[in-house]
Antibody, heavy 120, light 109 residues
Framework: QLQLQESGPGLVKPSETLSLTCTVS??????????WGWIRQPPGKGLEWIGI???????YYNPSLKSRVTVSVDTSRNQFSLKLSSVTAADTAVYYC????????????WGQGTLVTVSS | EIVLTQSPATLSLSPGERATLSCRAS??????LAWYQQKPGQAPRLLIF???NRATGIPARFSGSGSGTDFTLTISSLEPEDFAVYYC???????????FGGGTKVEIK
């Protein structure tokens, strides 16, 4: 059974960089069949797609966040990561990592989510 | 950017009743719409993709329909575990963007 688990600081100061890692178990991130990525959800609000990456490093980002987002992959550790720079309170959210199915472009496996609060 | 509008915001129903949820797009999606279920404190779960295809393990009481800009998720007979928030998601203008609707909460009446 594929499992995804987010990890990283739960508190980030304004203007700093948010960094999260997703560890994949029960399957290989090196499969060419999938992309891996991030979605966030501000408290009490809806879902926002952030970006995705595949095993070879090809990426797609939400145009509204593109200037601040970097998603990277470490196949040796079966992990992928998110960096979001210059954060503000508006970036406070639960961040989910997920598996993206290409060609149908939906998300079938998700991590449990991790709350990141931006505050001084 | 394609905007997805879900209605109603909240649907109050009793177990056993039929639930009909709507998702309207600002432009045609060519059928490229999915539905997710999210329970409190949990990640979303894929229910339906490309308008009407049930994801693996999803019960037959969940069905999707629609075309163009208007789509519907129907739960034929609500089970206690179906009370949750439901989101639609489009991939019509992908890349670059994948977007979600604002959600419909199905609550117990």
């Amino acid at each position: 059974q594929l499992q995804l688990q987010e990890s990283g600081p739960g508190l980030v100061k304004p203007s700093e960089t948010l960094s999260l890692t997703c560890t994949v178990s029960g399957g290989s991130i090196s499969s060419s069949s999938y992309f891996w990525g991030w979605i966030r959800q501000p408290p009490g609000k809806g879902l926002e797609w952030i970006g995705i990456i595949n095993y070879s490093g090809s990426t797609y980002y939400n145009p509204s966040l593109k200037s601040r987002v970097t998603v990277s992959v470490d196949t040796s550790r079966n992990q992928f990561s998110l960096k979001l720079s210059s954060v503000t309170a508006a970036d406070t959210a639960v961040y989910y990592c997920m598996r993206h199915i290409p060609h149908i472009d939906y998300f079938d496996y998700w991590g449990q989510g991790t709350l990141v609060t931006v505050s001084s | 950017e394609i905007v997805l509008t879900q209605s109603p915001a909240t649907l109050s129903l009793s177990p056993g009743e039929r639930a009909t949820l709507s998702c309207r797009a600002s432009q045609s999606l060519s059928g490229y719409l999915a539905w997710y279920q999210q329970k409190p404190g949990q990640a979303p779960r894929l229910l339906i993709f490309d308008t009407s295809n049930r994801a693996t393990g999803i019960p037959a009481r969940f069905s999707g329909s629609g075309s163009g800009t208007d789509f519907t998720l129907t739960i034929s007979s609500l089970e206690p575990e179906d009370f949750a928030v439901y989101y639609c998601q489009q991939r019509s203008n992908w890349p670059p963007a994948l977007t979600f609707g604002g959600g419909t909460k199905v609550e117990i009446k």
